[in-house]
């Protein structure tokens, strides 16, 4: 058996392991699928209405990929993500791809490259989303793109890197062991040999948001808790208003899907250590250790905007300060070493979900590229965006199948 195989073995499902010889070793990795998500070893449901990896709780680790596509061949790109979801719903589910890491023919390369054998699920998501690029004519979906899938206008004070932005597909991995994410997008990138190279990815940690309000919030590489007012992944409501694709917003193939705004930001993190606290504070219009909005007592109290310096960063993102825009932040930081000039090149690599980025992320990004005091201590140097379809509804179908049927 070859790679190909992948295919076959993807669409049984789980009934892998009864692949001769490679038993023994994707049992290895294979969780309790029933545990609830919030256990850190757990496997989180792949088939679903909406894609993972969005409302559900966040996990601690990130590995980012876009990816552009090589091949021109349309049936050739439906081919690679009928692969991608096969991998996908097992990597997901803790199993390693193919026939398992030692199976396959013994001259050949092993299907899984086995850096995740014995390694729990760790709540892995793979989300996946098409970018602008894809829309470009080569594959004939010229006429499929969404009008809520614009170019990011450029925003003042932006100083973006082409090579870390954009792309055609983009495949957004999260788990709470980083070995786990890194090996899905390694072996997805492998799979995909020839017909997509991915063409930047980010590594993330400490995520700097938070879809479980029951959950300590975690702080971001500035020191201040980052993700208090967020959409939960339990608030149906604002998540169908906010972050879920409707069936009258169109087009047909984007209904309960999202789109998705990547932006790597670059923190001045030396200057920042050197600023005082309650410039600090000021900066976003909240305390630094309680986290709590200026004028009140506790991290969850409603803020009063009037109370924060007019350019806080929290005032001028508040959806009272952009008619009502939200959005669902999945953020993570990053620490890439140093610079070259003794810099910590770190900083937020900013992830957010929204039914339209019209209304959400292009609006708000306006508002704080123009007034954010914030802006003195960060600097945009990577952007994205991406149609992000809905799941895969059940064992038959693939990632992108409503756009290219
Ligand atoms: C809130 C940090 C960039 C949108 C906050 C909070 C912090 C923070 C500490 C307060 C806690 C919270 O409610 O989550 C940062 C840092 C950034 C950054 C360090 C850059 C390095 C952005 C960007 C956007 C954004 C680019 C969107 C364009 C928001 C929103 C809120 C928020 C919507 C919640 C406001 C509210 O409803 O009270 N951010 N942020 N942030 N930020 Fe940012």
């Known amino acids: 058996p070859s790679r190909r195989s992948l295919l076959t073995v993807g669409g ?95 001259e050949a390369p092993p299907d899984d490259t086995g850096e995740a054998l014995g390694l729990k699920p760790s709540r892995l998501t793979l989300t996946f989303g098409v970018g602008p690029s894809l829309f470009d004519g080569r594959f004939g979906l010229k006429s499929k793109r969404p009008k809520a899938l614009v170019d990011l206008p450029k925003f003042p004070g932006d100083n973006l890197d082409p090579a870390r932005s954009g792309g055609d597909l983009c495949v957004q991995a999260c788990a709470d062991d980083p070995q786990v994410a890194v090996h899905a997008i390694r072996n997805l990138a492998r799979i995909g040999f020839g017909k997509v190279a991915v063409r930047w990815s980010q590594l993330g940690f400490g995520k700097t948001s938070s879809t479980t309000p029951e959950a300590q919030t975690p702080r971001n590489m500035m020191g201040f808790k980052d993700g208090t007012r967020n959409i939960a992944g339990t608030d149906t409501a604002n998540l169908a208003k906010h972050v879920w694709v409707s069936e009258k917003d169109g087009p047909a193939w984007m209904t309960d899907g999202s789109y998705l705004v990547a932006r790597r930001i670059r923190m001045n993190i030396e200057t920042w250590d050197r600023t005082s606290l309650k410039e600090q504070e000021d900066i976003f219009g909240r305390t630094k250790g309680e986290g709590a909005p200026y004028g009140k007592k506790h991290e969850r109290d409603e803020p009063n905007l009037k109370a924060m310096p007019e350019v806080a960063h929290v005032r001028l993102a508040h959806p009272d300060s952009n008619g009502g825009a939200m959005m669902l932040r999945r953020g993570y930081s990053f620490t890439d070493g140093t610079d070259g000039l003794g810099r910590l090149d770190a900083g937020l690599f900013f992830l957010a979900y929204q039914r339209d980025v019209r209304d959400a992320f292009i609006p708000v990004q306006q508002n704080l590229a123009a007034n954010d005091v914030l802006n003195e201590y960060i600097q945009h140097v990577g952007s994205a965006v991406f149609a992000i379809p809905p799941g895969v509804a059940d064992k038959g179908s693939w990632w992108g199948r409503e756009l290219f049927t």
């Open 12 to 106: 049984a499902g789980l009934a892998l392991g009864a692949a001769a010889g490679a038993g023994a070793v994707t049992a290895l990795r294979t969780g309790d699928e029933t545990a609830p998500v919030a256990d850190s070893g757990a496997a989180v449901p792949f088939h679903g209405r909406h894609q993972a990896g969005i409302a559900g709780a966040v996990q601690d680790r990130l590995h980012f990929a876009a990816f552009d596509v090589k091949t021109e061949d349309r049936g050739e790109l439906v081919e690679l993500l009928k692969e991608w979801t096969a991998a996908a719903a097992l990597l997901t589910a803790g199993h390693a791809v193919g026939e398992g890491a030692f199976g396959g023919l013994a």
